[in-house]
């Protein structure tokens, strides 16, 4: 008797393993997918006015490149969105001559503006303020030299010739192209 039931023990477990029930094969649930958190944008720099709108003037040192009595005078015209540079000259050809006028020793005192101008958009990355020409799409840059926080100067980067500010000069609008 006393192997009968060891051998109706032995049975079950033998039948269990290869008799039992087969379990159903279940598809595992997707994974569960984290929601990634959305990267905050980057604060937004506040634009400030570097030059408040209004035009600054500056003139090419007479120091750089143009000896003192060069008739010739670069004028940069810069605000926040736009700038022009431009050739002032005396006139020189008889056609010129209404333009000009003359002290009594024959000085020349006016300038006429010659149309060699040129328009660009204003860009200022990293104390470098960057003008690209609207026609030709090329960027002339210009190192910005402050003094007590003040812009005083503007250096040509390739050039190094140096503008100075000249706060007595009047405005006078871009030529219209």
Same mark, same amino acid.
């Given at each position: &008797?006393?192997?009968? =039931?060891?051998?109706?023990? !032995?049975?079950? /477990?033998?039948?269990? $393993?290869? $008799?039992? @029930?087969?379990?159903?094969?279940?598809?595992?649930?997707? +994974?569960?997918? =984290?929601?990634?958190?959305?990267?905050?944008?980057?604060?937004?720099?506040?634009?400030?006015?570097?030059? *408040?709108?209004?035009? $600054?003037?500056?003139? !090419?040192? =007479?120091?750089?490149?143009? +000896?003192?009595?060069?008739?010739?005078?670069?004028?940069? @015209?810069?605000?926040?969105?736009?700038?022009?540079? #431009?050739?002032?000259?005396?006139?020189?050809?008889?056609?010129?001559? /209404?333009? #000009? %006028?003359?002290?009594? %020793?024959? #000085?020349?005192?006016?300038?006429? &503006?010659?149309?060699?101008?040129?328009?660009?958009?204003?860009?200022? =990355? *990293?104390?470098?303020?960057?003008? #690209?020409?609207?026609?030709?799409? @090329?960027?002339?840059? $210009?190192?910005?030299?402050?003094?007590? *926080?003040?812009?005083? @100067? !503007?250096? %040509?980067?390739?050039?190094?010739?140096?503008?100075?500010?000249?706060?007595?000069?009047?405005?006078?609008?871009?030529?219209?192209?």
């Amino acid at each position: &008797m006393k192997t009968a =039931k060891i051998l109706f023990l !032995l049975f079950i /477990a033998i039948s269990s $393993f290869s $008799f039992g @029930q087969k379990k159903k094969k279940t598809i595992p649930p997707p +994974p569960i997918l =984290k929601k990634e958190k959305k990267i905050p944008p980057p604060p937004v720099k506040k634009f400030e006015n570097t030059f *408040n709108h209004d035009f $600054f003037i500056w003139r !090419l040192d =007479k120091d750089t490149i143009l +000896p003192a009595e060069s008739p010739y005078e670069i004028v940069l @015209q810069v605000n926040d969105y736009s700038a022009f540079l #431009r050739v002032n000259s005396y006139p020189e050809t008889v056609s010129h001559q /209404a333009n #000009r %006028d003359t002290a009594d %020793d024959g #000085r020349i005192i006016a300038r006429t &503006m010659l149309t060699q101008s040129s328009n660009y958009d204003v860009e200022i =990355k *990293n104390n470098i303020l960057e003008l #690209r020409d609207r026609k030709t799409n @090329q960027v002339k840059q $210009f190192k910005i030299i402050k003094k007590n *926080n003040k812009i005083i @100067q !503007l250096q %040509d980067v390739d050039s190094k010739l140096i503008y100075n500010k000249d706060d007595d000069y009047t405005y006078s609008p871009p030529p219209s192209i």
